[in-house]
């Protein structure tokens, strides 16, 4: 069963430099990273749409270092930098330690809701087909991740007792600090630009008899510095996974609800994924309410990915987008064919 759940120039530039593995004090270093990119047919039920598309929307590079102490404390850093140019193109950035007493995150990464909860299985094991991710090929989608940004954040992850692990993440100003959030190092209160944040994630992993279960709830809460109420929101997940004939299965599902006080969005997703040696197969389907305006999306994937060597996949298949609204109404067909290399 699959959890399906992702510095400065002068260091980018020293650890392209490199053969992909250094040592200096202690630390290792390696650079990791992906590519998808998709060819997208069809019609995205807008105007005087082209009717193709070519995608490269989701490549990164990682710089990763990690050391073990004397005593046996695991400690690192981590910078992920965006493959294209955009306003965000430092993502992820934080340090950690980790030890017997669990893990340690500081900087601008995952809260632990989202780290901790568990969705539906995307079609295939690239996760270019799934319906239930910012990456989304039409560009906007429900999702049932209880997402809190990547503002700077300290998270502190139990370790694993008796199939049980818990997440809590605080964050004093809910945006990343490159957005403007500080002032003189410190955040103002009440300016509107990032209240206070805390997330918190336990779920339950273990295997019965042959079938591998995964179980998830998940908590957020961020403050309005504008007035008005508070965001709450709160998921469960699902994921089962079992043997079946020579390959295995993963069925899953989750759920989410964002409660803004006057305005409430409930997301479901559920799905099924087969899979054998190289191959997988399967089909994903999300669903969204929205109280104002009212407004229901829903999208469901086809298909499937195959492994062509270590480090390269390849998935095609075939999605459907609907969205009803009176204010923006979408009916999207699109067949996928997409390639992701990771290193």
């Known amino acids: 069963m699959k959890k399906l759940l992702l510095g ?13 593995t250094a040592n200096a004090d202690g630390l290792t270093m390696k650079v990791e990273g992906y590519f998808q990119g998709a060819m997208i047919f069809g019609d995205n039920g807008l105007p005087n749409s082209r009717g193709v598309s070519f995608r490269d929307w989701n490549n990164e590079i990682h710089f990763k270092a990690e050391g ?39 900087g601008e990464d995952d809260g632990a809701s989202e780290k901790m909860g568990y969705i539906s299985p995307a079609p295939d094991n690239n996760g270019i087909l799934s319906v239930n991710t910012g990456n989304f090929v039409f560009g906007s989608t429900p ?27 605080y964050a004093p100003e809910a945006c990343e600090e490159r957005q403007g959030c500080l002032v003189n190092e410190f955040g103002l209160d009440n300016d509107g630009l990032g209240g206070q944040q805390f997330s918190a994630g336990l779920n339950f992993s273990k295997e019965f008899s042959g079938v591998s279960l995964g179980v998830s709830g998940t908590y957020a809460w961020t403050e309005n510095e504008l007035g008005g109420s508070d965001l709450d929101s709160y998921g469960f997940g699902l994921n089962l996974g079992f043997a079946a004939g020579a390959g295995e299965i993963t069925a899953g599902g989750s759920y989410l609800m964002m409660d803004f006080g006057a305005i409430e969005i409930e997301s479901y997703d559920a799905g099924i994924q087969y899979a054998q040696g190289p191959f997988t197969v399967g089909v994903q389907s999300i669903w969204q309410d929205y109280d104002f305006p009212n407004t229901e999306v829903w999208a469901v994937s086809v298909g499937g990915g195959y492994e062509v060597a270590t480090g390269l996949g390849v998935s095609a298949g075939y999605i459907h987008y609907d ?19 990771s290193f």
Do not use: C, H, W
Request: hydrophobic share 40%; proline share 1%.
């Open 68 to 106: 073990t102490a004397d005593n046996g404390l695991t400690y690192g850093f981590r910078i992920e930098l965006e493959g294209n140019t955009t306003g965000d193109q430092i993502d992820e950035q934080y340090l950690y330690l980790k030890g017997a007493f669990g893990q340690i995150i500081f």
């Open 143 to 169: 999702t049932t991740v209880n997402n809190t940004g990547d503002g700077v954040k300290l998270t502190y992850i139990t370790p694993r007792i008796a199939g049980f692990q818990l997440g809590l993440s």
């Open 8 to 20: 400065t120039t002068a260091l980018a530039t020293a650890a392209l430099l490199s053969a992909g």
């Open 323 to 341: 969205r009803d609204s009176g204010l923006a109404a979408q009916d999207s067909d699109a067949f996928l064919i997409g390639t992701m290399l």
